[in-house]
């Protein structure tokens, strides 16, 4: 994801000043950091920040964080603010040690065992930093599950199941006022009669790929629409499919939004580092 020179984004800002993606959207909220311009991606909008103004920022920080800290002070209290930071320091440390025992722990395994490890971890991690407003994050997301098909189909740790849920009915005029007539919802109304030939019917906009990654006490899970990962198998490839039945219109989420520890242990930019680097090694 070339970006223009003189400009950074939010995960290499976290890197130059030392802080998580949470306190870069707080620099932006007061007034401390502008965003110069807007990156349109294909699932989102990326900000960029001028290089300059981060630099100048970076002196100003200390004061910036003990600014926060006395004001987290007064909101709950000197003694349970300076616990909380404390604790979130300790979890952090915690994280990291986790990180580098389950990396290291695959240094025994195969090259190929290793590799589609690895690329789950870094990927679960990943998913969490889209999960927390960087939703242009699924655009590589959806890279590395490709490569998990590419490379990865065919091994036993990897099972990729496609996930049917209902038809999606976007009602006609007449079915919306049979409905408003019931007094239920269209979305109601369309799962519990169908629709009529005259309504609107996608088969599988609701369908999903589910990849299942496991080895060991080692288990990963990562979904991805129908839509966008149907041309990545060959023709004819069958795949275990699974019911799920009805999916509301907006869908299913899934995963969480990463944590402070969490991002003071792996920093954004670093998950992207690495997951682009082994997009790199195999293409």
């Not at 991606?41 to 920022?57: F, R």
């Not at 209902?166 to 169908?194: F, H, I, M, P, W």
Request: aromatic share 10%.
């Amino acid at each position: 994801m070339p970006v223009p020179e003189g400009l950074l984004t939010t995960a290499q800002v976290c890197r130059e000043l030392g802080i998580t993606p949470n306190r870069v959207q707080r620099l932006t909220r007061e007034g401390y950091l502008e965003i110069s311009a807007v990156k349109t991606l294909k699932y989102g909008e990326e900000y960029l920040y001028k290089s300059a103004q981060v630099s100048i920022l970076r002196q100003q920080m200390p004061r910036i964080l003990s600014k926060w800290a006395t004001e987290e002070n007064m909101r709950l209290g000197a003694r349970k603010a300076g616990l909380n930071r404390a604790v979130e320091a300790v979890n952090a440390v915690e994280v990291r040690k986790r990180s580098s025992l389950f990396l290291t722990s695959l240094e025994h395994l195969s090259e190929e065992t290793a590799g589609l490890l690895k690329c789950s971890y870094y990927l679960f991690h990943l998913n969490h930093y889209a999960k927390s407003g960087h939703p242009y994050l699924y655009e590589l997301k959806e890279k590395i599950l490709r490569h998990l098909v590419k490379r990865y189909i065919d091994t036993p740790y990897l099972q990729v199941i496609l996930v049917q849920g209902q038809q999606k009915v976007d009602l006609c005029q007449a079915c919306r006022t049979r409905a408003n007539k019931l007094n239920v919802s269209y979305g109601e109304y369309a799962k519990s009669y169908g629709g009529c030939p005259r309504c609107k019917k996608q088969s599988s906009y609701y369908d999903l790929f589910e990849f299942n990654i496991q080895y060991e006490d080692h288990r990963f899970s990562f979904h991805t629409p129908y839509s966008v990962g149907r041309k990545w198998f060959d023709r004819g490839k069958e795949l275990p499919r699974q019911y799920r039945g009805h999916r509301q219109e907006q869908g299913l989420t899934f995963g969480r939004p990463v944590t402070e520890r969490e991002a003071l242990a792996l920093p954004m930019d670093e998950i992207i580092d690495k997951l682009e680097k082994i997009l790199d090694k195999f293409s």
